[in-house]
């Protein structure tokens, strides 16, 4: 099977069309009435979850191992993260849809540039599928906070903290029990930021850069979603 290059010209485009989606989407969620806006939202919701369920059935039945497709890598839990946010109300939905946009969106455009699919042809199912639902998994966040789901503030800095103690303790744990490397906890993928933290920190010293790099990136996301919120309450205010 033929590989495809990070950032060839074919990644190129395809990341320039998701960029032109992660534009359109949330400014239609934003101008649709508010009933029509989370009907998309919980429609785009599963059907990402959905298209990430008939891969991993697609890849057993060419005869991959179940053990290495469970939905346990951190754009998997912003699947099951934004249909539980999509459906739910208050405070629990405030917590999950923050989550998903100050924490899983960034992972998955860390997923989007370097992608470990790029074992296959760039045309063939398994990246056309992947690039759909990671695309997904940092729009649909997005189209969450227009439509004012969550309201992000440096106070919540705990939120994503709190999610990865819950999740990646018992996923380490199993990862180490079954040999597995789920969320790239045992060891990073090559090509990606988690290798280059590795080429001077060693493993498991990488996990302590993963944790500053972290900071900075949450940092950056709530800098940025502060900076959107005075510019909107600026825009309304005229």
């Not at 459906?87 to 370097?114: D, M, Q, Y």
């Not at 992947?130 to 997005?142: D, R």
Request: net charge positive; hydrophobic share 55%; charged share 10%.
């Amino acid at each position: 099977m033929n590989a495809f290059e990070h950032f060839c010209t074919g990644h190129l485009i395809i990341l320039g069309i998701i960029a032109l989606f992660a534009v359109a989407l949330p400014v239609i969620a934003h101008r649709l009435p508010a009933n029509k806006a989370d009907i998309l939202i919980k429609a785009l919701s599963i059907i990402a979850l959905t298209g990430e369920i008939l891969q991993d059935i697609q890849l057993t039945y060419e005869g991959g191992n179940i053990l290495d497709y469970l939905p346990l890598h951190l754009c998997n839990l912003g699947l099951f993260v934004n249909v539980l946010a999509s459906f739910t109300k208050g405070k629990f939905r405030a917590f999950l849809s923050e989550v998903s946009l100050v924490l899983i969106a960034p992972g998955s455009i860390f997923a989007l540039v370097t992608p470990d699919w790029n074992y296959r042809p760039l045309l063939s199912w398994l990246p056309i599928m992947c690039f759909f639902t990671h695309a997904l998994v940092l729009i649909i966040p997005i189209m969450m906070y227009v439509r004012g789901y969550s309201k992000p503030s440096f106070k919540h800095i705990w939120y994503p903290y709190a999610f990865l103690i819950i999740t990646a303790v018992p996923i380490y744990i199993l990862d180490r029990a079954i040999d597995r490397n789920y969320m790239f906890l045992l060891r990073p993928i090559k090509g990606t930021p988690l290798a280059w933290l590795e080429s001077f920190l060693g493993n498991p010293g990488y996990l302590v850069g993963v944790l500053v790099m972290l900071i900075l990136v949450l940092a950056a996301v709530y800098g940025l979603l502060y900076v959107s919120s005075l510019w909107r309450s600026t825009s309304s205010a005229k």
